[in-house]
């Protein structure tokens, strides 16, 4: 994985945004967190572990690409930093705090959607907000905001099989961003859409999250998006 390299190498994101579906003004999470691994050794119990140790420091804010081939350890190296599977040996942290299971403030978004599919686009959006028992009619209001945000204001009272896989890869980065994380852990989100898709899909997620000051980590087997993503690779 390229992302454990100390010669890690740098890739500006483009320096003009493509044209905008934004709506209202979106509140902004609080500043990205710092996210590390210590001499960590990455795998399953009783399987095969990535080679390693690790030692990755993710600065606030910054958004990392992870590129490499498949069954590499990119998703593992995910897994973990979401505190979703403990590290064989080693320690993660976040904000010097050691991470042991899964947060509010690390969202993940997979490479095949997650949502629910018995609830609207716009329950879906709110659900994080409904954990946090905000109430219902700020949620309603955060919830469209963010779907107007990601060009899908007409859509809330869809339900997901009514959607394309674009615009249900939207719903989940609006349901990820809704909850106003300080990190976001993407796990390949766009690898299953068309290229023409999946372009807009990368410039739109450029946009969205320049301005939320979450620290990202991109997981992709693709060099070319991995470089036209990332501050580091």
Avoid: Y
Avoid at 112 to 124: G, S
Wanted: aromatic share 2%; charged share 20%.
């Amino acid at each position: 994985m390229s992302a454990a390299s100390p010669s890690a190498v740098s890739a500006k994101p483009p320096t003009t945004a493509p044209p905008s579906t934004a709506g209202p003004t979106v509140p902004t999470g609080p500043t990205g967190s710092e996210l590390a691994l210590h001499g960590v050794r990455l795998g399953h119990p009783g399987g095969v572990p990535v080679p390693g140790p690790v030692d990755l420091r993710i600065a606030p804010g910054e958004l990392l690409t992870v590129v490499g081939p498949s069954g590499c350890g990119k998703t593992t190296l995910l897994r973990t930093l979401a505190g979703l599977l403990p590290p064989l040996e080693g320690r993660v942290t976040q904000d010097g705090a050691p991470v042991r299971r899964p947060g509010a403030d690390r969202a993940v978004v997979f490479q095949h959607d997650a949502l629910l599919p018995w609830r609207t686009v716009r329950a879906n959006v709110e659900l994080p907000l409904a954990i946090r028992r905000v109430p219902r009619a700020e949620r309603r209001g955060q919830a469209a905001e963010w779907l107007e945000r990601v060009g899908l204001g007409g859509h809330a009272g869809r339900l997901p099989h009514q959607l394309s896989g674009g615009q249900r890869q939207r719903v989940q980065l609006a349901r990820a961003l809704a909850g106003r994380p300080r990190a976001v852990l993407m796990d390949e989100p766009f690898g299953a859409l068309d290229a023409h898709t999946r372009a807009g899909m990368q410039d739109l997620l450029v946009e969205i999250l320049r301005g939320t000051g979450a620290t990202v980590v991109f997981v992709t087997h693709d060099v070319d998006e991995a470089l036209h993503l990332g501050d580091r690779v």
